[in-house]
């Protein structure tokens, strides 16, 4: 009787030794499982908005300097984090080049964002207004006017007449022209005040991000106006883009010695003139397609597309048609 009673405690001691066990570990693994989500959370949070603010800016043109001309620009509609599908990649971004003869007019755009750079001749100015009718946008986040020469800023008085224009990037180099003095007059009576670019830029809109370089001098010697011209990397997920206004060999030169050229997309500089500096440029951005904006009356150079088509180049010439680039931050298409 006594070795019954003796095994039944013993049964109970080890029975209760179980439970606590088995209390002891259920209150571990849920203190592990909340430490670990909220680090989780913490640092994933950390990561995207560094990744979204900084990252492939650094692989296309020099960046520094740009943080406090960033702050003071108006951003206040467009999407400052990623457009993402249900798939989770990224929103489309499409780049038109207006057939605008020997002249640039790009207009660039998201679901929720819109930026130009440069406005054309002074008949492009409407032919811009007109699109943008036609796809029901009245606002655009940017205007950015490369250089003063007519055939860039001709249209600018137009757009903002029309237009909403938030905000105004421009060349640090002015002219004494009737299309640079309409500019100033509609910028005065829309109350807006141009950033001149003296540093080097950045901002994010939806899911792109875009660099604008300044030229390294303030004057130069030959071509003044032309190697002023402002220069904008664009960055959409694994797909890049190169605007590089009319810049001509002094200017070239300056963004060879910047290193990290390498875009999916160029636009041609000074609308496909063959410059000597072009070679080493061409080899350095490996641009798989390219555009020229040029007219039928002012071709481009036939050796500046040799040059690029024996780099394995797909070139598109404006003077054939309005080109657009859409990509969804992997592909891209090009179509005209």
Not at 4 to 16: R, Y
Not at 132 to 144: A, E, H
Not at 300 to 323: C, F, I, Q
Request: with cysteine; hydrophobic share 30%.
């Amino acid at each position: 009787m006594y070795i019954i009673v003796k095994k039944q405690n013993n049964i109970k001691k080890i029975f209760i030794l179980l439970m606590c066990a088995i209390l002891s570990v259920g209150a571990f693994g849920c203190g592990n499982t909340s430490s670990t989500s909220n680090t989780s959370n913490d640092s994933n949070t950390s990561s995207t908005s560094n990744t979204l603010n900084d990252s492939n800016t650094s692989s296309t043109l020099n960046t520094s300097n740009n943080s406090n001309t960033s702050n003071t620009l108006d951003t206040s509609s467009a999407s400052s984090t990623l457009d993402e599908s249900e798939n989770g990649k990224l929103g489309t971004f499409k780049v038109i080049c207006l057939n605008a003869g020997k002249a640039d007019a790009i207009i660039l755009r998201t679901r929720n964002s819109t930026v130009i750079i440069d406005t054309g001749e002074d008949d492009e100015g409407a032919e811009i207004v007109s699109y943008m009718k036609q796809q029901n946008i009245d606002t655009i986040d940017y205007l950015i006017i490369t250089h003063f020469d007519q055939d860039h800023v001709g249209g600018a008085d137009t757009v903002l007449k029309k237009l909403t224009v938030k905000n105004v990037i421009q060349s640090d180099c002015p002219k004494d022209s009737d299309d640079y003095s309409q500019y100033i007059e509609m910028l005065d009576k829309k109350n807006i005040t141009p950033v001149t670019l003296r540093e080097t830029m950045t901002f994010t809109l939806d899911s792109v991000e875009y660099t604008i370089c300044p030229p390294q001098e303030t004057t130069y010697a030959v071509k003044d106006s032309n190697n002023s011209s402002l220069v904008t990397s664009v960055v959409h997920g694994e797909n890049s883009f190169l605007f590089t206004g009319d810049a001509e060999n002094a200017r070239i030169q300056e963004l060879i010695a910047q290193g990290k050229l390498a875009h999916t997309f160029l636009k041609v500089p000074y609308h496909g003139f063959y410059q000597t500096s072009l070679p080493e440029l061409f080899s350095l951005v490996e641009a798989k397609y390219a555009v020229i904006t040029s007219s039928d009356k002012l071709t481009e150079d036939p050796s500046t597309v040799n040059l690029l088509e024996s780099m394995g180049t797909k070139v598109y010439l404006t003077r054939k048609g309005a080109v657009t680039v859409t990509s969804d931050g992997e592909n891209m298409v090009v179509t005209q």
